[in-house]
């Protein structure tokens, strides 16, 4: 038998309508535990989900392995140990290209995974890749590497970020074949937050990025515009910072924001809505 979550079916639902970025509020809906040492899934890093919705892909930067979580909440890994899946942070759903891409901290690598049996293992070197833009100084430093992978449906371009010194938003063509562009973040983010989890946002035209260290969420769009946000979840009545902020994953819908944190067995995956403020009017 597999690991039970939960059942997702409620958790997976859309929640909250679609908002210009001077209105969004993120709202906390619900959580469920994400500790199941039995199949090594201890330090949640990575998150990504379906894009019709129906569960979520996760990786935990001490299991080389990537699982899959379904509606049903059954935890499963979806591929056998891998040696080549070491030290995971992020991990992206690549729909048009029928694989997942996953990013190695550590190593500075990308490792592509078909979703067709017998999921063939693709490894690109980030460092290796030509680029307008030279990152050699930046991967340097593997322990505040690469943290959060994304991919923006429209074009197939697959989006990274860099956790810190300095903090980098890099967009790669989808035949992660060279570096098309790279965003410097130091500058739109507070100064003492790092970088952990990503997210493409192809509803509102943008990305959303968490940070552990500020407890945080940032919604950067595409024009400029930036919206920043205090995690949080409920314990009991009890409102209590969300901790170790790690991987970011928007609903199909653009109506939720899930987070996933690397504490532990207090390890959780996280619901937001997000939604309209007050003062606004929706769209």
Do not use: C
Not at 45 to 53: F, H, N, T, V
Not at 73 to 93: Q, S, T
């Amino acid at each position: 038998m597999f690991p039970k979550a939960a059942a997702l079916a409620s958790f997976l639902a859309a929640s909250g309508p679609l908002t210009t970025v001077s209105a969004l509020q993120l709202e906390y809906v619900s959580h469920i535990p994400l500790y199941f040492p039995e199949i090594d899934l201890t330090e949640p890093s990575g998150l990504a989900i379906d894009p019709d919705g129906s569960g979520f892909w996760i990786v935990s930067d001490n299991a080389q392995t990537v699982f899959q979580l379904d509606a049903n909440g059954d935890i499963a890994a979806f591929i056998g140990r891998e040696d080549r899946l070491r030290d995971l942070e992020g991990v992206a759903h690549d729909a048009a290209q029928n694989r997942l891409l996953m990013v190695s901290e550590r190593a500075g690598k990308i490792i592509a995974v078909s979703l067709e049996p017998a999921h063939r293992v693709e490894v690109v070197d980030i460092a290796e890749l030509p680029s307008s833009t030279d990152l050699t100084d930046a991967l340097k430093d593997q322990k505040n590497g690469f943290e959060g992978i994304a991919v923006i449906p429209k074009t197939g371009r697959v989006l990274l970020v860099k956790e810190r010194n300095p903090r980098l938003l890099v967009e790669i063509a989808p035949s992660l074949d060279r570096v098309i562009r790279v965003r410097p973040l130091d500058d739109i983010l507070p100064d003492d937050e790092d970088v952990s989890g990503l997210s493409v946002d192809p509803k509102r035209g943008g990305v959303w990025i968490v940070s552990d260290v500020g407890q945080s969420a940032h919604f950067l769009s595409d024009n400029g515009n930036v919206a920043s946000f205090d995690l949080y979840w409920m314990d009991g009545n009890k409102k209590r910072k969300l901790e170790n902020a790690e991987g970011a994953a928007l609903s199909p819908d653009g109506g939720s924001l899930f987070v996933t944190t690397d504490d532990g067995r207090s390890s959780v995956l996280v619901q937001y809505a997000i939604v309209a403020s007050e003062a606004s009017s929706e769209e």
